[in-house]
């Protein structure tokens, strides 16, 4: 079963990390997982709730004892039943949270404000004690005694809850962490008469906590305004009645009613009213949308104008606007192989630095009879540059930053795991119909024969296709414009795979293939243009030709050159359309290849060649509909979506979700992906170059405490400030 905790008061990612690895390492756990920008732990476990649970708090509270641990209510489930009960889940989920949901954000608002507020005016106490310390020592020059005596007072208003988590830790086995190397480094300094020294580095990393606690906040908000898109209650109309009521209390088939200014609450179909639609929350598009009876309302949309009457279509967990709460919410959990490898890392690096500091303090006065004072300082000096906060702070902010940067632009990833992934794309494989092309038949060409007119070749043909429903027939139709029910047809005839005859305005009509023409042994041209072909002849005459394609989208010439500017070099088109079709649309945009006329599994088939020739580190993307291409989607490295407002199978089936059918949005996700990644970089780059420099100069004692107290703190502020730019994006 699945169990969730809410960690309230929860912001720093170096805890969080160390939260979860200990909980997932419990013997009753199979699997853990922290979400710090949700502040909850999810657990599997086949024990019972209250076995686990004092063991959680334990660690919790090891870690951070100021957190407080609730365990969420109506998120436990057996996974024997997961997918039997998998909507009634969802619905008791949106059930027990949203009641409650106003409340608890603003007493977690007000948590963090308090909080917030308290290590602010620490912070300024702190730093007043040792600017008066520093006056009495580097101005007045005090007797060291009562230098001594300032900072260990500003010592212990900034750092005495450090020391007494690194004294709490060693007595549980577990030294090897910041608090360890912060109290042992200060301590040391004391001890050596360096005290402003001592005091600074308790200083500047409170201020480096108050920093990271700034980038966690502002990371939450710019989530929660994301969030922040269904209405807890919707206005139901009952027995000629409207009546608020509760949203997820709302029956399908029950109508709603949105009026001007107010935020769409459930899924639905307009039935009576016409207003345009602000879209921006799902699609990150600003252009409204315009709807009257009988188009999609979505939730999350606001009504920007007139009433609308609404007939819900989906319920309240099921909801567009709750699947993308749900992606967003959960983007976090999954992690980017660089976070995991900076966990590790860090773990297995602090025991490595301390011993080095170890060997540092006592090899070179044992063997080179060097000065005992001087080395054990530069062993402090050591132990303080060493921290490894700077990268385990910043990553994952950076990561979580750029899921809501994407998010604004309508590009919703699932997690830091695809993020990266797409980053690396460099081969992209498109499914043609609703992707590249629009996925809907139209007349692009009308050539009649010498003395016949346009119009007139497209009269005879509407006159035919009048009854058929037939996407042909459609597209015809809408490109002939006069009144077709007005023409005068009769014996209206569908011959199966040829096409249809009809008297129409007195005269014997055909339309339809080439063989239909060679059947009745009427002479034609055979037109050679891309497309399906409607040959037309009256009477035993023939007539003309109208050229029937799907077209292409207006930006995908735009979308493919800026996906080759990302760096993608090899760019496939996938279709089951036939051979002459595909390579007319691969010939006009230029593609690197195509493969025409295939069965979804051939689709697989293809990709995964496609996937063996890319050299190692590169990722293969596949973008489709979402809806007929679930397999070549969870195939790909990545599986992108277009087009998926409001498709659950989308969402559900692919890694990245385009909200609207533009492919330009594809670039938008790629250049996003790639900005991330790089940020991450330059922190990884910044932050251990940095500090093997100061590594290196403190041991050779060139540098003394102030700048190891800049390659922790500063080094780590800097890395922050530099992960919270993608916010910004």
Known sequence: ????????????????????????????????????????????????????????????????????????????????????????????????????????????????????????????????????????????????????????????????????????????????????????????????????????????????????????????????????????????????????????????????????????????????????LDTTALTGESVPRRVSAGDEALSGCINQSGTLTVRVTKPFGESTASKIIEMVEHAAARKAPTENFITTFARYYTPVVVICAVLLAVVPPLLLHGIWSEWIRRAFVFLIVSCPCALVISIPLTFFGGIGAASKHGVLVKGSHDLEALSKVRAIVFDKTGTLTQGSFRVTEILPQEGISANELLQYAAGCERNSNHPIAASVLAAYTGDADALAVSDSTEISGYGIEAQVNGKAVLAGSGRLMAQRGIAYQPCDGTGTKVYVAADGQYLGCILIADALKPDVRQALTALRNQGVTNIVML?????????????????????????????????????????????????????????????????????????????????????????????????????????????????????????????????????????????????????????RK
């Not at 690895?21 to 949700?38: D, F, Y």
Request: aromatic letters at 4%; glycine letters at 8%.
């Open 575 to 727: 279709t089951g359309d036939n051979q002459e079709i595909a390579g007319a649309v691969a010939a006009d945009l230029g593609l690197d290849g195509y493969h025409a006329e295939l069965l979804p599994q051939d689709k697989v088939e293809k990709l995964e060649a496609i996937a063996a020739e890319l050299p190692a580190g590169e990722k293969l993307a596949f973008v489709g509909d979402g809806i007929n291409d679930a397999p070549v989607l969870a195939r790909a490295d990545v599986g992108i979506a277009m087009g998926a407002l409001g498709a659950d199978a989308a969402i559900e089936a692919a890694d990245v979700v385009l909200m609207t059918d533009e492919p330009a949005r594809l670039g938008d996700a790629i250049r996003l992906a790639k900005q991330t990644k790089q940020i991450v970089m330059q922190n990884i780059i910044f932050a251990i170059g940095v500090k093997v420099l100061l590594l290196i100069l403190g041991a050779c004692g060139i540098v003394g405490m102030w700048w190891a107290v800049f390659g922790d703190v500063g080094v780590t502020v800097l890395a922050v400030l530099n992960a919270m730019r993608m916010l």
């Open 1 to 276: 079963m699945e169990l969730v905790y809410m960690l309230k008061g929860l912001d720093c990612p170096n805890c969080s990390a160390k939260i979860e690895k200990e909980v997932a390492a419990l013997e009753q756990i199979t699997e853990a997982n922290v979400n710090l920008m949700q502040q909850t732990l999810t657990v599997s476990t086949v024990h019972a709730a209250e076995e686990i649970e004092a063991l959680i708090k334990g660690i919790v509270h090891r870690h951070e004892p100021d957190v407080e641990v609730v365990a969420k209510a109506g998120h436990s489930h057996s996974h024997t039943h997961e997918h039997t009960h998998h909507h009634a889940h969802e619905h008791d989920h949106c059930h027990c949270g949203e009641h409650a949901h106003e409340h608890e954000h603003t007493h977690e608002h007000a948590h963090a404000h308090a909080h917030g507020s308290g290590m602010v005016l620490r912070i300024l106490a702190g730093a007043a004690v040792f600017a008066a310390g520093a006056v009495m020592h580097y101005v007045l020059h005090a007797p060291s005694a009562a230098v001594l005596a300032v900072m260990l007072v500003s010592y212990l208003i900034l750092g005495w809850d450090v020391v007494l988590t690194a004294l709490r830790n060693i007595t549980r086995g577990q030294i090897f962490d910041e608090h360890f190397l912060m109290s042992i480094s200060t301590i040391g300094a004391f001890i050596l008469g360096e005290y402003p020294e001592a005091a600074a580095v308790m200083l500047f990393y409170q201020v480096g906590e108050y920093f990271q606690s700034l980038a966690v906040q502002r990371s939450r908000r710019s989530i929660a305004a994301l969030l922040d898109i269904r209405p807890d209650t919707a206005n139901v109309l009952r027995d000629g009645t409207v009546t608020e009521t509760a949203a997820e209390s709302v029956a399908v088939g029950e109508t709603i009613i949105v009026r001007a200014g107010e935020r769409i609450p459930l899924d639905g179909i307009v039935t009576d009213g016409e207003s345009m």
